[in-house]
């Protein structure tokens, strides 16, 4: 058996399972660093034995070195050796992954993924996080930052993420979405034509990728044509994946999960005109399969794979 940790912005989960499941878990809120790290610690002491402990976790992070260096979810988690903290405590091998590689190896261990020797996983969420299994092993790069592809440029202007405007994740993300549809809705207050999802100044601040796909579900052209938008980016941005990393499936998760109706078409649409059609061929975009769970599975994933 090996036990998974999941450490988030909010909340934070202690695992126990093996290959093909989860057996036991132990959830608590996270909040400051010593009181977690506390509760870290007495959940893994009493979910049950396991040979070795696998850590999911934002970034920035130095997986080899394990430790979690200022993850802007996690204030006041400063050079956190916790990989040395776990392994003097509990006595077995401990590994450390930030959280977007973590998803990838679950996803592809578990998930949409399953089968597969090359794979790209996208976050889609909040940001554009991304995790690249190539010829059969998590890749991570020189110095762990291979994957970074929200940090693409895709367009001069755009909405900003990573802070860069007009990024794949500035396009591509809760963050983005809701951006872009800030600027459509701004456009139609000026114009005296209010969109749908907004229909006065007051409202700009509370635009999110939720609401605006709640009224692009009903039909609304203004809310359609901003996932159209950050659609057809999402296929640009596929397209130099496609290209550069020839994948057997592309899984994404969060936002397209829950509105790939809304995005597909305009993806697809974009990377067949864009990619090489022989790659685009042998290449699946599916959403995640995990759900909620692709957490608990990301860091067990991580203690079943960090021995091999």
């Known amino acids: 058996m090996k036990i998974g940790i999941d ?10 399972g093996d290959d093909t499941k989860i057996v036991k878990k132990i959830r608590f809120d996270t909040t400051d660093l010593e009181d977690t790290l506390n509760n870290i610690m007495n959940a893994v002491a009493s979910i049950g034995e396991g040979d070795a402990i696998g850590i999911s976790c934002g970034g920035p992070l130095d997986s080899k070195k394990g430790i979690i260096m200022s993850p802007p979810n996690l204030p006041g988690w400063d050079d956190v050796h916790i990989v040395d903290m776990l392994t003097e405590r509990f006595g077995v091998p401990t590994y450390l992954c930030n959280d977007a590689n973590a998803c990838a190896l679950a996803e592809w261990k578990y998930g949409a993924g399953r089968g597969t020797e090359n794979m790209v996983f996208l976050t889609f969420g909040t940001g554009l996080g991304a ?3 190539l010829n059969g092993k998590l890749y991570e790069g020189a110095c762990g930052m291979a994957g970074e592809l929200g940090h693409i440029r895709l367009s001069q202007h755009g909405p900003v993420g990573y802070g860069k405007s007009g990024s794949f994740e500035g396009f591509c993300s809760g963050r983005g979405i809701a951006e872009i549809g800030r ?3 701004l456009e139609g207050l000026q114009k005296g034509s209010p969109v749908g999802f907004c229909r006065t100044t007051a409202e700009l601040d509370g635009i999110t990728a939720k609401l605006i796909a709640q009224y692009a579900d009903r039909g609304d052209k203004d809310a359609r044509e901003v996932y159209a938008i950050s659609g057809r980016m999402l296929g640009r941005g596929l397209a130099v994946v496609v290209d550069m990393l020839n994948p057997e499936v592309i899984v994404i998760g969060s936002v397209f999960s829950r509105s790939e109706g809304l995005l597909r078409e305009h993806m697809e649409e974009v990377l067949r005109k864009e990619a090489l ?3 685009v061929q042998c290449c699946r975009v599916v959403p ?3 759900g909620e769970a692709i957490g608990d599975f990301a860091a067990l994933s991580v203690a079943i794979e960090g021995g091999k």
């Open 288 to 290: 995640a399969a995990l």
């Open 131 to 133: 995790g690249l299994i």
């Open 183 to 185: 600027t459509v809705a």
């Open 7 to 16: 450490i988030g912005g909010t909340k934070c989960a202690v695992v126990l």
């Open 277 to 279: 059609e022989a790659s």
